[in-house]
């Protein structure tokens, strides 16, 4: 079982940038892959950035060239920086686990709040 808990998120003007990070414990934090999820009001829950276990990523379409996901094996965080921020960026941001040997397993961070002002 691993635990996860986001920081970084706040409110920040068009354009600008925020760093969120995902903290984990408990567990083999380097054999979980480790997608960020975000949330907006009155929208779908969107799929925003993945890495895998062996360091694969993929980005949604709305953030390529904008976000970059990383993580830190020897510190158990993934962190997602994101540049050129744009209001429909606004959301909750949650960190989303899977263990490699169990992908029918899921964790869930608490979330954190971002919100771009135009």
């Known amino acids: 079982q691993v635990q996860l808990v986001e920081s970084g998120g706040g409110l920040v003007q068009a354009g600008g940038s925020l760093r969120l990070s995902c903290a984990a414990s408990?567990?083999?934090?380097?054999?979980?892959?480790i997608d960020w999820y975000r949330q907006a009001p009155g929208k779908q829950q969107e799929l925003v950035s993945s890495i895998s276990s062996g360091g694969s990523i993929t980005y949604a379409d709305s953030v390529k060239g904008r976000f970059t996901i990383l993580r830190d094996n020897a510190k158990s965080v993934v962190y997602l920086q994101m540049n050129s921020l744009k209001p429909e960026d606004t959301a909750v941001y949650y960190c989303?686990?899977?263990?490699?040997?169990?992908?029918?397993?899921?964790?869930w961070g608490q979330g954190t709040q971002v919100t771009v002002s135009s």
């Open positions: 989303h686990a899977v263990p490699r040997w169990d992908a029918s397993r899921e964790f």
């Open positions: 408990g567990s083999i934090f380097s054999a979980y892959g």
